[in-house]
């Protein structure tokens, strides 16, 4: 067999494979739409030495729409990503790929931090969310957005 008959015979088994994902999460994607889908933001978390820094995507989020609850543990951010696209009678997708519904994320936290003393902002459909690190044991609050 030549070099180019593997790559070709590797290129289709590629090709066939993603289309079995595509699949798979087109199927998905329609359950959510049924209803009781609760999808999740992507969201990266780090730590200077000073704070902990969670960013996550919310494209298309208003702030309104979004609620963030602290406690000493962990994280919490969930609301609504409304579908704003015009309803049309027949619509047949070739690709969908964005959630629209309820969200929820879950982030818990991996030292002490200061949630009496965190900064939030949404702009341009990223929430950055900034605490302090080893603050001491608050109780449990629902965080305004600016």
């Known amino acids: 067999m030549e070099r180019d008959d593997i790559l ?5 088994m590629r090709n066939e494979v ?7 999460f087109r199927f998905q994607h329609s359950l959510a739409l049924a209803g009781g ?10 730590e200077t030495k000073a704070h902990i820094v969670i960013i996550m995507e919310l494209a298309g989020v208003a702030a309104e729409d979004v609620e963030v609850f ?17 309803r049309e009678r027949h619509r047949n997708y070739h690709k969908m790929e964005i959630n629209f519904g ?10 002490s931090v200061d949630i009496d003393d ?29």
Request: glycine share 4%; charged share 30%.
């Open 102 to 111: 309820d969200f929820e994320q879950v982030i818990p936290f991996w030292c």
């Open 70 to 86: 602290a406690s000493a543990r962990a994280l919490t951010v969930r609301g609504t990503r409304r579908d704003l696209t015009p």
């Open 37 to 46: 889908h609760v999808w999740r933001p992507s969201a990266d978390c780090y």
């Open 118 to 146: 965190l900064e939030t902002s949404l702009d341009r459909g990223i929430l950055t969310i900034r605490m302090p690190k080893e603050g001491s044991r608050p109780q449990p609050r629902t965080i305004d957005i600016e």
């Open 8 to 12: 070709d015979d590797v290129n289709r």
């Open 18 to 24: 993603e289309a079995l994902f595509e699949d798979f």
